[in-house]
């Protein structure tokens, strides 16, 4: 639960969870004070600010605030008002504790690191940022970033701010107890001429899917809420193209994950519970297999995650790997190799020895 700080925004942000999902969304930031009581890094003067935005009444959740250009991640994408788990899967989300951009104060914008935000330690002071909203177009300059304690507060200015949060390291699939935050001022500002309305978000997503039996879907939980899978990290194999970028920084390496995922436990149940015909179904062999009808299996190293994608941007494999699982009370490693072909994953392989750890 977050807790009232008589300094700025309680940072609670992107972190562990809800749903099924290996990035959970956490609580939303709120100001915790109007009284400017410590400048923020780079913030302007009242004498050299900018036009500001006038204050407006707060928009509903879910509606889009603003449309976000990162020119040095060539992102481009609107943002919706809150960060709750319904917003944050498709979209960066406006802290609705947080005035809006362009307004007097300091707005915060949050995104999954496993998503939109994975690159945002490649801005660096001076990069440009623009934020179009009703009220305006709003451009803003880089003036720093620092990796924070969840537990830490942002401060609140005079000046138009902006501040981009994301959990920290970027590659993390997990919880994590601190945030890299981007600081930025604004520097223009064009007020005269309200930009029309902006249009509604259509989340471009790739639906994954995989086929995994009735019998193991029914019967067991394949989901993270339900299980002690503690995640790891994301990583790619990928060339460094445009479109490797697009899609690293959009909600479909998350939906690809969530069903990998749900592939590696309907492969742990239906081995523990002697589902022959659904392993068979899975297109995995129960021989030499040591979940087969384990009575314990306890996860104790973090599952990490590769994924391969074309210089087009298509994902076409996924390779998970527990360095320490014990079955039984033995310690054995695990690698599942899942191959992707348009929207289907499959299994490939999955291979377990025991475990030097």
Known sequence: MLRRRQWGFGLAGIGL????????????????????????PGSLSTRRLPTAAPVIPAPPNGSVVAQLVIPALRLNVPVVQGTGFGQLFFNPGHYAGSVLPGEPGTSVIAAHNATFFRHLNALHRGSRITVETRQGTFLFAVTGAQVVSDTAGLPNTVAPSLDLEACYPLNALY???????????????????????????KPSVTRYHANIPTSI?????????????????????????????????????????????????????????????ALAALGVRQNQNPYWQARSVVFEAPLNVQMTVTGTGLPIRIIMTNALVRINGEPFQTQMTITITGTTLTIQEVGTAPSIL
Do not use: C
């Open 217 to 277: 879907e029914s019967r067991f939980s394949l989901s993270l809420a339900d299980n002690s899978l503690p995640m790891g990290s994301l990583t790619y194999h990928a060339p460094h193209t445009a479109e490797v970028l697009a899609f690293e920084e959009s909600p479909n390496p998350l939906e690809a994950e969530t069903v990998a995922i749900s592939l590696w436990l309907a492969y742990v149940d239906a081995s523990r519970s002697g589902n022959r015909s």
């Open 175 to 201: 919880f994590t107890p601190d945030r890299y935050i981007v600081f930025s001022r604004l520097i223009r500002s064009s007020t005269g001429k309200p930009v029309p309305l902006l249009p509604s978000a």
């Open 17 to 40: 969870g809800l749903i099924a999902l290996p990035i959970w969304i956490g609580p939303a930031a709120r100001v915790a004070a109007t009284q400017l009581t410590r400048p923020m």
